[in-house]
């Protein structure tokens, strides 16, 4: 980042934490947490914070003006020492991280682009762990913020909510959403019921809730004789889902989407030609037994398709890992200069992040835009931009300055 835009950047967070700060922003039992902060220039973490309570963090955060700020979803007796033996782990808020970054979305093909940071070899869509052509595991990315992007991972975040409420049993009240200030969402689990859950008990939950492993067949769908029946709608947990997973695909997908599918030609057709029936049979048991013509094998197929649009897409790393350190809520985030925001359950459906988000309500400024794809914030959609200056509202030159596609203009 250019020396005048990274200063006008940390100007402005500074700016935000001075007047925005909020005790609201303290988890609960700080005191029992480390927090830590990345640095915008050096690109370092400070780790293995402390703070006796709001103002000792704000202080820190004017200090400093880091790029983004985390705090530990564990509890520790000592959260301040070094030494991750000497902190004396006291337990862990489940915590699950749902980002479009690890989910393969149709514009990521469109927006998104990584190159090897050894070889060069680049390409568009998910980042790969490693360089196809090297192996080499320094992946540079550029990723950018779509309507798109937003929707799929508030569907996850809504199908995630489901499983913890319906399957886990947990009440609406004892979840915590945010919205990332990115890409996605954070969804926070503080009770006390979960915090001695151990790396192993919380893949038990990532699996579950991401179907990883799951034979359909523990769930009800079994052969019988030549056919083959399984759960409907109303049945609970896994079973209903795998049956809403299984009308979706018979009521909506395309011939070519069943033929991706690996249906032989004769199941495809009869799919196609029983849509109407399947369709007006939605919620019956003979939901299995509405399309003649498909075999065995195929419906295996359609079922394994079920569970895989009915999972929740989390960063399964994120969720098993017991000293994880998550983005700190009000805080912005380094990537977009948008704020981590908390959300309401009821309210999710409806919650617009490129506007709730927003940190920065006054002011302009004028910037160079190397190359930006359409983009929104607030209300305005902005159009693509390449090689030009403009003078863009302060959250609009801020996106694009944090994103790398812009930088102040001299």
């Not at 508030?154 to 995630?160: A, F, P, Q």
């Not at 849509?275 to 195929?298: F, H, P, V």
Request: hydrophobic share 40%.
């Amino acid at each position: 980042m250019p020396h005048q835009t990274l200063k006008f950047v940390q100007e402005k967070f500074l700016e935000y934490y001075n007047d925005a700060f909020q005790q609201s922003w303290m988890p609960n039992s700080f005191e029992n947490r480390e927090f830590a902060a990345l640095l915008f220039k050096e690109k370092m973490m400070v780790r293995h914070k402390s703070f006796k309570g709001p103002y000792a963090l704000k202080k820190f955060l004017c200090e400093l003006i880091p790029s983004d700020v985390y705090y530990s979803s564990a509890y520790y007796e000592n959260p301040a020492s070094s030494d991750m033996g000497e902190k004396t782990w006291l337990g862990a808020d489940l915590v699950f991280d749902i980002d479009a970054d690890h989910i393969p979305t149709p514009c990521g093909k469109i927006h998104d682009r990584w190159a090897c940071g050894n070889c060069g070899f680049s390409g568009m869509g998910v980042t790969p762990d490693i360089c196809p052509s090297c192996g080499g595991r320094k992946i540079d990315v550029k990723t950018w913020i779509c309507e798109e992007c937003l929707q799929t991972t508030k569907r996850e975040t809504l199908k995630l909510m489901k499983f913890l409420t319906d399957d886990f049993g947990f009440s609406a009240a004892e979840i915590k959403i945010f919205f990332s200030g990115h890409r996605g969402y954070h969804v926070h689990l503080e009770s006390k019921t979960v915090r001695s859950l151990d790396a192993l008990a919380r893949k038990e939950i990532v699996d579950y809730v991401a179907g990883i492993g799951l034979n359909e067949s523990l769930f009800g769908v079994k052969e019988i004789g030549k056919a083959i029946s399984g759960p409907n709608l109303k049945d609970v947990g896994w079973s209903g889902r795998i049956a809403e997973g299984v009308y979706e695909v018979l009521a909506n997908y395309s011939l070519m989407e069943l033929e991706d599918l690996g249906l032989k030609k004769r199941a495809v057709e009869a799919v196609d030609n029983n849509k109407d029936t399947i369709i007006k049979n939605r919620g019956a048991r003979s939901l299995w037994n509405n399309a003649k013509g498909i075999g065995t094998e195929s419906w295996k197929r359609i079922a394994r398709r079920g569970i895989e649009l009915q999972s929740a897409k989390i960063d399964t790393v994120v969720t098993t890992d017991i000293h994880r350190l998550i983005r700190l809520n009000g805080t912005l985030h380094g990537k977009t200069g948008l704020k981590k925001t908390e959300v309401s359950s009821a309210r999710l459906e409806d919650f617009d992040p490129l506007r709730k988000a927003v940190a920065f309500e006054k002011g302009t400024t004028e910037v160079f835009v190397h190359q930006s794809p359409e983009f929104r914030i607030g209300d305005t959609v902005y159009g693509a931009l390449t090689e030009q200056k403009v003078e863009l509202p302060v959250a609009a030159a801020l996106f694009l300055l944090c994103k790398g596609a812009a930088e102040v203009a001299m």
